[in-house]
């Protein structure tokens, strides 16, 4: 037991002295080793944080705010491109170059050691122990830190800021690494030192000398990874060497470190002081003594103090004139002292930047002298900004406007469908134009705003609100109305058309000439208002005119030839006057319808040509009558020489017979020419016509009704009663002659009051109060023709020897005489009605009033709310019922023949009542019309109107209905009477007229 105790004793003390001294030499070697390794790692971590800034500071240094991203990106592209160049790290130690994002730490760079590869993730949370180092470094220290991983491992790591990117540097090596040949040591002296003191010590020894191996190989691998850095330093400025701008690095001295070619040939004048270990200071006084920078020209000691004093300033950005050049220069104090300076050449920008203040200039110019403003709203749609002055809309209270949507303000109501459609244009972002509204001045002057907008959108996309301009259209829209109430209500038709005579105006009045609606001719060609040949013409017409200037009808008013929507061809005077507008020609056409004035020449003509033959034939009736006077007195004379019972006498007789025919000849002819001696007296007609009942019934044939319809309390009237009654029978025997078959003659007497309304459209019957004749027939009638001439004396329709053509000749000359007027209506197959206006007889001077007579005048007629159609191809007749049918509250529709008006009743159903005129061109008259209006809708009501009365068209077919008829002329009453009448009715074979 001895030997063990003193073998313990020995060892003992050896083992504790062998592991002391183990110890103390393991920990002298470790803190050796570890400070060696620590200031390795540090400095590795910091040369390439410095490194990486100076490549940031020339990448970074004047990228807008919408290329950050990239100018990042761009330098750690050329770090990463620096750092696989190299050859990995030798030793344990890990490169890392990490970036802080929200919560996290990315991980931008990772270089592996060859001895060891540790997977890393990409991301590293900022909570976490192995953060801790990397957020220093970020904070933009540097220093040593150990910490756990997120696998637990220990780790020691070395960190650098680089804060011209915001990034971090870091250098790591985990503990086992590091301490792993001490470990090894401990465990081998443990164990053998037991053993023997003298193998523990050689052991030890032996250790011992493997760590200060692995303290020099850990001085090697440093040592390399500095190589690596200068390796790394000079990819950077092979990089720099390639930039199209200045770069330059100073140290802590102000000494020039490192510079790209672009910098010293910025600074060509001075670029050969532009060299390593030069100071900042020298280089600029170089450039100043050869006259660099012209701005310090006069001023050189005071410029360059300013200079070197922005130089030391932490950041500084300073534009620069450099000979012809302008430079902008960016200068950033870096850890440790040193300087990154970047010089870019400007001179394009700087003259951009001249060139827009110049348009900045001239187009504030433009908006104070220009007769628009601009505006500028929010993304809230609120006045932002206006350049609107006091002086352009005095009164306006401008201020008011700030801040305030057009709504807010706006004079008018905003709860209408163009306002919704605004703000529906605004809040989907598109650009607008010419939206109008009203606004109120201070005087309460109401004005017109016309405005036009684009929407505004930052560099991403964001909306920013609106801005566009402005102006006052107050005097433009009162001008524009006055044009528009002259352009409708002018009574001459007026056309606008283009130099191509596409039409692009066509007022009120032209659609009453022509029969079409505005919408229905504009965007077609004028052509299609003219028969041919003009219609065809006209675009030649055009070209020459264009080509040659030579005008034929522009500037020159003339007559010609329109065409109707319904084919008429009728007379207008045209005018046409020429403008230019916007540099394209226009043309404006005036338009007369020379219809009216063309029968008003033709009855003038008729009556002039009347006049002249009746003068004509009162002279030949005169010398007529005194040769007859001759004859009848030389017969008178013979006969009483000639016995009674002599041959002669018989001849004579004969021929006092012949004379006698011929003064009754002569003395008609005196009447015509009003040159008979007249003996009106006032009379009755009605008492005239009861007595010629029978005689009128002898002269026409048992195969012809006669009817005489007499009103009562007829006034009295001044004529020559043997004319009247000649007259009668005149008119008679015609009816007579145009009815061979058979038919029915009607003579109607009444009291009539013709206003402007109801004077026939030709005969112009003065407005006043008449008697009225109306004899009508319901034989062949007459064409227009015929009916032209039928009042000249000797036309006659009749043959050879069966009439002298006197009769109504006579008749005309009777109505002249009696101071009346007489108006024909006929239509061929049809009949004829004519109508004698006699003016009342004036006893006493004074006029007798209308409503004396009109005892049975009809009460005020009721009113109605149909929808009633009006039929009439006289367009003027159709418009003036619409008119009096609209004040008795009836809603109205017009056509200007049957098959028009068959359409509408085809196309809506609302119609209550067709009102038609009885004879109509275009293959359907009224009656047809009606019929086939009934066999659409057999329960709409159907009114007539004709100039014969009724017993003229009372005669249909057995199957055919008889329609209710309106005489024409019609009073305003009649009518208005007579449609709430036949629209009261429920029975479909009503017949008579009203």
Request: include cysteine; proline fraction near 4%; charged fraction near 25%.
């Amino acid at each position: 037991m001895k030997k063990p105790l003193l073998l313990v004793k020995i060892l003992t003390p050896m083992i504790l002295v062998a592991l002391v001294i183990g110890i103390g030499s393991l920990q002298v070697l470790y803190k050796d080793m570890v400070k060696a390794r620590s200031a390795s790692m540090l400095s590795l971590a910091e040369t390439n944080a410095e490194l990486i800034n100076a490549v940031a500071a020339y990448d970074y240094r004047e990228a807008p705010s919408d290329h950050k991203e990239d100018a990042f990106a761009a330098t750690m592209s050329q770090v990463e491109d620096a750092f696989n160049s190299l050859s990995a790290l030798e030793g344990t130690e890990e490169l890392l170059v990490v970036r802080r994002i929200n919560d996290a730490l990315e991980i931008l760079v990772h270089q592996e050691t060859k001895v060891k590869e540790r997977s890393h993730s990409e991301t590293v949370p900022v909570n976490s122990d192995y953060a801790r180092p990397m957020l220093e470094g970020l904070a933009g220290k540097s220093g040593l830190m150990w910490v756990f991983d997120d696998a637990d491992n220990e780790l020691l790591v070395a960190y650098a800021p680089v804060p011209k990117l915001a990034v971090s540097v870091i250098v790591e090596a985990t503990w086992d690494d590091m301490i792993a040949p001490f470990v090894s040591t401990a465990i081998m002296l443990i164990t053998l030192g037991i053993g023997a003191i003298g193998v523990a010590t050689a052991y030890t020894y032996t250790q011992i000398m493997q760590l200060f191996k692995g303290t020099l190989r850990a001085q090697d691998q440093a040592q390399q990874a500095l190589k690596e850095a200068e390796a790394a330093q000079n990819v950077l400025e092979h990089a720099l060497k390639s930039s199209g701008e200045g770069f330059a690095l100073f140290d802590a001295e102000d000494r020039l470190v490192i510079c790209n070619d672009v910098y010293r040939d910025i600074y060509k004048t001075h670029a050969d002081a532009i060299k390593k270990g030069n100071s900042f200071e020298e280089i600029l006084r170089t450039g100043l003594s050869r006259g660099a920078f012209p701005d310090a020209i006069g001023v050189e000691e005071i410029w360059l103090a300013d200079r070197l004093q922005q130089h030391r300033l932490p950041t500084s950005r300073v534009e620069q004139q450099v000979g012809d050049r302008w430079l902008l220069i960016s200068e950033q104090r870096i850890e440790g002292g040193g300087t990154v300076g970047v010089r870019t050449d400007i001179t394009e920008l700087k003259n951009k930047e001249r060139e827009l203040r110049d348009s900045e200039r001239r187009f504030r110019d433009f908006t104070q002298t220009a007769s628009d403003w601009v505006w500028e709203t929010d993304a809230n749609h609120r006045i932002k900004d206006t350049s609107i002055r006091a002086a352009d809309v005095p009164n306006f209270d401008i201020d008011n406007l700030q801040g305030k949507r057009r709504d807010e303000y706006a004079a008018e109501p905003t709860d209408t469908p163009k306002w919704r459609e605004h703000y529906e244009t605004l809040e989907a972002r598109q650009p607008f134009r010419d939206f109008q509204y009203q606004v109120q001045l201070n005087d309460r002057t109401v004005l017109t705003i016309s405005i036009s907008g684009v929407p505004v959108f930052d560099d991403v996309g964001n909306f920013l609100g609106y801005r566009g301009t402005g102006r006052d259209i107050t005097a433009l829209i009162e001008t524009r109305e006055r044009f528009r109430v002259a352009f409708e209500s002018v009574t001459v038709g007026i056309v606008f058309a283009d130099e191509e005579g596409v039409i692009e105006g066509f007022n009120p009045k032209a659609e009453n000439i022509f029969g079409y609606s505005a919408e229905q001719v504009i965007g077609q060609n004028v052509s299609m208002l003219m028969p041919n040949p003009d219609s065809s013409r006209h675009h030649t017409y055009i070209k020459n005119y264009l080509s040659t200037g030579e005008a034929q009808i522009i500037g020159i008013g003339r007559e010609v030839k329109g065409k109707k929507q319904d084919g008429t061809i009728f007379p207008m005077n045209l005018g046409i006057a020429e403008m230019n507008v916007q540099g394209r020609r226009h043309f404006i056409a005036s338009i007369t319808d020379l219809t009216a004035e063309h029968a008003l020449e033709q009855q003038l003509r008729r009556s002039q040509k009347m006049e002249a033959i009746g003068q004509l034939t009162g002279g030949v009736a005169h010398d007529f009558n005194n040769l007859l006077g001759i004859i009848v007195g030389n017969l008178d004379l013979a006969r009483r020489k000639i016995d009674d019972d002599s041959p002669i006498s018989k001849f004579v007789s004969k021929a006092m017979t012949a004379a006698e025919r011929g003064a009754t000849l002569t003395r008609r002819l005196l009447n015509f020419s009003r040159q008979a001696p007249e003996e009106n007296a006032a009379v009755v007609i009605n008492d005239i016509l009861a007595e010629l009942r029978e005689l009128i019934g002898k002269s026409i044939t048992s195969k012809i009704g006669f009817e005489l319809k007499l009103a009562d309390n007829l006034p009295a009237v001044r004529l020559n009663v043997g004319d009247f009654e000649d007259a009668i029978i005149n008119l008679a025997i015609n009816a007579r002659d145009a009815m061979p078959d058979g038919g029915q003659l009607t003579i109607e007497t009444r009291v009539s009051h013709i206003d402007a309304i109801t004077v026939p459209a030709v005969q112009k019957v003065p407005e006043g109060d008449y008697v009225e004749l109306i004899v009508s027939d319901d034989g062949k009638g007459m064409t227009p023709e015929i009916a032209e001439q039928i009042f000249q004396p000797f036309f006659t329709t009749k043959e050879r020897g069966k009439g002298t053509g006197l009769g109504l000749a006579m008749v005309y000359g009777f109505v002249k005489r009696s101071g009346g007027y007489i108006s024909l209506y006929s239509e061929s197959g049809l009949g004829t009605t004519f109508r004698i206006y006699l003016p009342f007889a004036d006893e006493d001077g004074q006029k007798v009033p209308y409503s004396k007579f009109n005892i049975e005048a009809e009460a005020e007629p009721e009113h109605g709310n149909e929808t009633v159609l009006i039929v009439d191809d006289e367009q003027q007749l159709a418009e003036i019922a619409a008119s009096v049918l609209a004040e008795y509250g009836y809603t109205t529709i017009t056509a200007h023949s049957g098959k028009e008006g068959l359409a509408i009743v085809e196309e809506r159903d609302d119609i209550d009542m067709v009102f038609t005129d009885i004879v109509m061109p275009g293959g359907i008259n009224g009656l047809e019309l009606g019929d086939k209006v009934r066999e659409i809708r057999p329960n709409i009501a159907v009114l007539t109107c004709s100039g014969f009365t009724a017993g003229v068209l009372h005669e249909r077919a057995g199957d055919k209905p008889v329609y209710p008829l309106v005489n024409k002329p019609y009073t305003n009453r009649e009518l208005a009477n007579a449609v709430r009448k036949t629209l009261d009715q429920t029975s479909s074979d009503q017949t008579g007229a009203f």
